[in-house]
């Protein structure tokens, strides 16, 4: 029998039952169920039940189909803009100083773990510091549905070169230098070509599920196979299919296996370690200087000319510590660097910073909004040009979110106004696209609170306002940002479920529309038009 079968623990079940109603608690109570996920790992571990494996295998999975689909959407071009890179190097290094220093002041002290640190010891605890969780911010930006956006893109290509850097290091530190097999990684570019072909045949049910599967794995194992860290491999098979017609299909095929692997992996964060007073304390200490951290992220970005609400938002995206942090302390741990103690820390430093982020973030525009004034103050005169003034004073009818929908919808819009229509999609590629079409389309956040200030005049003849957007949040956080602004004009959405169109009625929304129902009733007047034309034909 396979050993993996073998560890797999009679009492795993239970923990994800256990989860599952931590997860369901703190959802009723307005948090992102992680935070429940990361509450039932701690109580297990409380309890001294041990992990037997199995939750291991799913954390694992999880990353390795979150680095994939990261890589499906992932532009090369977006690493190279100034912001990105220049932000994540300079964080890094100011973050790695900063934490740095404060260790050695703390190592002249005879607080314990840390009295008596040496300065090597103190910068790779700085070192540690300085990342952000990848799996968290991509979980909290897939809830909202604001990958695509600004601040969406630009807190994912920070983290990619973070997870660049983390590579580098961990080669390094192991003295597991890639081998003279990682320059056969070229002929991936032709291979490319045959996953391209092969994706094309593999059609829209459970063979593209098992396609994606198995090209993440099989990516992660060859880069191991060749001394490189299987989550790159997973990355990078992702972003050769980036450009494929199904990629985007891919993703959502991969969603739910994705979110359920990853229950696994903050479990096992919760489970790491075995926290006492002393480390609790030293966590805390961390926990202190945490919003420092995401200080230093809105100075860089502001300073790389985003607008302060972009700033703001990827700032809080990245407002957490990483799970780098438990990879560098095992490292230290295993070289004798830092005493077995130090795990049970930085699993409570990560573990905190999801907790306590989460749901900041959940409330981010309000407090936002409450300080707009004074972070105003740090930002640039010059814009983006992605963030730059909209002009458009006579538009009356502009539809949120420009995929299949929000095109049949603008079309269907276009001969009732025909000079007085447009569109904003968050995905500033797919609104050039539709651009160079001949739509009237802007690249824009309905969620941003700052839209409405690069739109000004919008809503001053607006008599319809269509949100068609894929995530349901964002329809909803879209409509909060229309009440805000004191729009009065007519508001229609789309949603998936009846529950989904419920809470739109309660906000105010003017009509729904059940995708699913809409789509049938458009194909029972194509086939009643079709058989009326058919009948006069006969005539």
Known sequence: MD?????????DPLWIAIAFMCGLGVKTAGLPPLVGFLIAGFALNALGVKEGGFLGVLADLGITLLLFSIGLKLKLRSLARPEVWGTATLHMMIVTALFSALVVLLSYTSLPLIGGLSVETALLIGFAMSFSSTVFAVRILDESGTNNALHGQTAIGVLVVQDIAAVVFIAVSMGKLPTIWTLALVALIPVRWIMFKVLNRVGHGELLILFGITVALVGADLFE??????????????????????????????LGFKELFLVGFF?????????????ILIALLFIVFLPIKVAIYFGLFSLFCLRTSSAWRTSLNLANYSEFGLIVGAIAVSSGWLSHDWLAVLAVVLSLSFMISAPVISVRDQIYERWRAKLNWFERKYRLESEKKLELAHIKAVVFGMGRMGIAAYHALENSYPDNIAGIEVDRERAAKLTSQGCNIYAGDATNP???????????????????????????????????????GRIAATAKYHDEEDELRELGVDYTFNIYNVAGLGFANELQALATEENHTQR
């Open 3 to 11: 050993p993996q079968l073998l560890s797999i623990h009679y009492g």
């Open 267 to 279: 479990l096992s964060v919760g489970m790491t370690a075995t926290p006492g007073s002393t480390e």
């Open 225 to 254: 196979v060749v001394g490189i860290k299987g989550d790159v491999g997973a990355l990078v098979f992702g972003m050769l299919l980036a450009n494929h017609p199904k990629s985007g299909e891919l993703v959502k095929a991969l």
């Open 450 to 488: 700052d839209f409405w200030i690069r739109a000004p005049e919008l809503h001053h003849d607006l008599e319809w306002v269509l949100l068609t957007m894929p995530n349901h949040q964002a329809n909803v956080n879209s409509v909060l940002r229309l009440k805000e602004m004191g729009y009065q």
